[in-house]
């Protein structure tokens, strides 16, 4: 009965691969995010749905896509993996209301590009 | 959204009550103080937030300034489990941040026995 959970929980590949990590929630949330954990630690949001439409999307490179096919599912597929992309990322959720937001996190998707 | 600022490390010892303080003194009217916290190796966790009047639940209270300038994340009694990194951010949830949070580096806490 997990409320956000993400797959894989671990992710090893090769620079210039093309991997994709899901992200699904049971709490009937309307809002869903991708925030990005980088090796110093640094929490930063990446993309944010809200009823399938894209309302956040921050300073990314182009190769990562979200992608957010029903309220309860968003995934990212990153083409053409580098270096840098190792990090963890996590998924959100929340149920959008105005000021009042909580946002409930999945366990995170450790990714390591070699 | 406002910038806080935060002790970068606190120590506890077991059972007595962490002090955690933030500072947001940009804080604008419609803007939230939130607390969330990230145990080591997990996804941050939610504990509480408030607009200006002070908020208990059953994980910790939060107490603000009148002038909302600052304000402490009070845990009454820690335990072992309490150890992880404390992130005040300020925000205006749900409005026209559209839920964005900004983490800073927020307080690595240590409960000792």
């Known amino acids: 009965d997990t409320a956000v959970s993400q797959t894989p929980k671990y992710l090893v590949t090769q620079m210039g691969n093309d991997k994709s990590i899901k992200c699904e929630q049971n709490?009937?949330?309307?809002?869903m995010y991708w925030y990005k954990q980088d090796s110093k630690k640094f929490l930063k949001i990446m993309f944010s749905y809200n009823n399938k439409e894209l309302i956040i999307n921050e300073t990314v490179p182009n190769r990562f896509s979200p992608k957010s096919p029903d309220k309860a599912h968003l995934n990212l597929h990153i083409n053409s993996l580098e270096l840098g992309d190792s990090a963890v990322y996590f998924c959100?959720?929340?149920?959008?209301?105005?000021?009042?937001?909580?946002?409930?996190f999945g366990p995170g998707t450790r990714l390591l590009v070699l | 959204d406002a910038k806080t600022t935060q002790p970068t490390s606190m120590d506890c010892a077991e059972g007595r009550a962490a002090n955690l303080p933030c500072n947001h003194s940009t804080i604008s009217g419609n803007e939230y103080v939130y607390w969330y916290r990230q145990i080591h190796s997990q996804g941050p966790q939610y504990i509480i937030h408030g607009l200006k009047n002070n908020e208990t639940n059953e994980m910790a209270s939060l107490i603000i300034t009148e002038d909302r300038k600052s304000s402490t994340l009070i845990l009454p009694h820690a335990t072992l489990r309490d150890t992880a990194v404390y992130y005040c951010i300020v925000t205006d949830a749900g409005g026209t941040s559209y839920g964005k949070l900004t983490f800073g580096q927020g307080t690595i806490l240590t409960v000792h026995p």
């Open positions: 959100a959720s929340s149920q959008r209301r105005t000021r009042k937001e909580t946002q409930y």
């Open positions: 709490l009937g949330h309307d809002t």
